[in-house]
């Protein structure tokens, strides 16, 4: 006769966790993971007759079950904590129906007014995009409408890194996408603004934005990408940019992310340039309770001229963090990356920036710096630029800087009749400005210069 003696469920998990290497704390990790990916998985696919896209979710998928989600025990991970994150209990986001065109009038910009993508809660929104004027032969509109253009495949989430956690997450719950393609030597001087809309409300949902942006040789293309909010309330969105820049090709590319406050925002941005292909990237983030950019380059043809210019504006509690990878594997490569932050009461700005320079990237010409301006003792900054060279003939150089308002700039202010507050706004204005300055559509820039110079 043998006795059966039953072991409580909580001793057998941390019996089983033990012996799988996880603590209690890296277990509830993965099962939020776990919860993510099933919410994501669930959405379903907004892209008819198109069986390669589906393919594209299920690999990544399989990616994100590989995965560990991220602790500040990760190298890459450690100065931004996810915690307050696996507090938030998401469901599937909302249908985006019911928007108006007058709900998102402070968002739209006469310089596009006939040039724009609007996506509400992941969803394309026709009844509010307009795309009549520009030429006939730039394909632009979303996938569920060009997914069965054969021209798409090669590119869609093709980009290195699309391993990434949060990626290959988006990529999972891939339903639809922002899609610009031009053709070989077509200019467009219109610049077009791809606005993507948050619905926020009790619910606090998942949306997984997606952009594919294909300039072909000699082709020139203006882009806005814009993230804003309708309504208040917590929800994490996810989104994905891959841009590809052909031989001679031209982008400029101003992103702006001005979620809501209680938001969590862990976007990428993700190009590739060929030979002689020339991108700008405006970064700026005002929003979001967190807020993390991956933004990456791959050189892939000699040549290639780069400018990154960034600007993160945060206060109260916020974290603003951009991680940046520059990899330069072509000779006679040329990049600018400036990074500047104005960081306010408790916020806490993180900057991680990559530059690879292998020993077949001769002639290169890489400089890197970030700026850092600290309005409070409490406000925190954690700065990491890295080069990483291998070849010898080279200019590359990097730093960083964090300082606070100077005294007797302020001093000075205030003796030309300008009062104490006043002094400081223009101080911290003008820190931005050297970055907002680079915005190429001037509402856009008065309504960010506007918001710059309340922070103080």
């Known amino acids: 006769m043998s006795i059966q003696v039953s072991t409580p469920v909580e001793e057998l998990e941390a019996a089983e966790l033990q012996a799988v290497g996880l603590s209690a704390a890296a277990q509830k990790r993965q099962d939020y993971l776990a919860k993510l990916l099933n919410l994501a998985k669930s959405k379903p696919l907004d892209v008819a007759g198109a069986a390669w896209v589906q393919a594209l979710r299920d690999q990544a998928a399989n990616l994100v079950q590989e995965q560990m989600f991220p602790s500040t025990r990760d190298e ?38 006939t040039s724009r993508l609007v996506f509400v809660d992941g969803h394309y929104a ?23 253009d054969a021209r798409l495949q090669p590119y869609l989430a093709k980009q290195a890194g699309a391993e990434e956690l949060f990626t290959a997450l988006n990529t999972a719950g891939m339903q639809d996408a922002a899609v610009l ?5 077509l200019v467009v001087e219109t610049p077009i603004h791809l606005l993507f809309i948050t619905t926020a409300g009790s619910v606090a949902k998942l949306t997984l934005p997606r952009t594919l942006v294909i300039a072909e040789p000699q082709s020139a293309l203006t882009i806005l990408e814009e993230y804003v909010t309708i309504g208040e309330g917590t929800y994490l969105t996810t989104p994905v940019s891959e841009i590809w820049v052909s031989d001679n090709a031209q982008v400029h590319h101003s992103r702006i992310q001005r979620d809501h406050a209680s938001a969590f925002h862990i976007g990428k941005t993700a190009v590739s340039q060929e030979r002689d292909a020339r991108y700008t990237c405006n970064a700026i983030s005002l929003g ?5 950019h991956h933004l990456e380059i791959y050189q892939t043809g000699e040549q290639t001229e780069t400018h990154l210019n960034g600007l993160t504006l945060i206060r109260d509690a916020q974290v603003g963090d951009l ?43 890489a400089g890197q710096l970030n700026r850092n301006l600290l309005l409070s003792p409490k406000a925190r900054v954690d700065t990491k630029p890295q080069l990483e060279i291998v070849a010898d003939n080279v200019k590359c150089t990097h730093g960083a800087t964090v300082s606070q308002l100077d005294d007797d700039e302020v001093f000075y202010l205030q003796s030309r009749g300008i009062d104490a507050a006043t002094a400081q706004t223009l101080l911290v204005y003008a820190f931005a400005y050297e970055i907002l300055d680079q915005i190429p559509v001037e509402s856009l820039k008065q309504s960010l210069s506007a918001i710059a110079s309340q922070v103080v």
């Open 181 to 185: 393609f031009a053709p070989k030597n």
């Open 76 to 113: 890459e991970w450690r100065f931004t904590d996810l915690a307050d994150l696996l507090q938030v209990s998401l469901q599937a986001e909302g249908s985006g129906a019911g928007v108006t065109l007058e709900a998102i009038a402070p968002y739209l910009l006469p310089e596009a007014a």
């Open 288 to 292: 979001a309770q967190l807020s993390r």
């Open 323 to 365: 991680h940046s990878t520059i990899a330069l594997t072509q000779p006679y490569g040329v990049t600018r990356q400036l990074q500047k932050c104005i960081v306010g009461d408790r916020a806490h700005a993180v900057f991680n920036g990559k530059v690879f320079v292998p020993k077949l990237a001769q002639q290169t010409d």
């Open 126 to 148: 026709p009844e509010l995009s307009a795309v009549d004027d520009l030429p006939e032969t730039l394909l632009i509109g979303n996938l569920g409408r060009l997914a069965t």
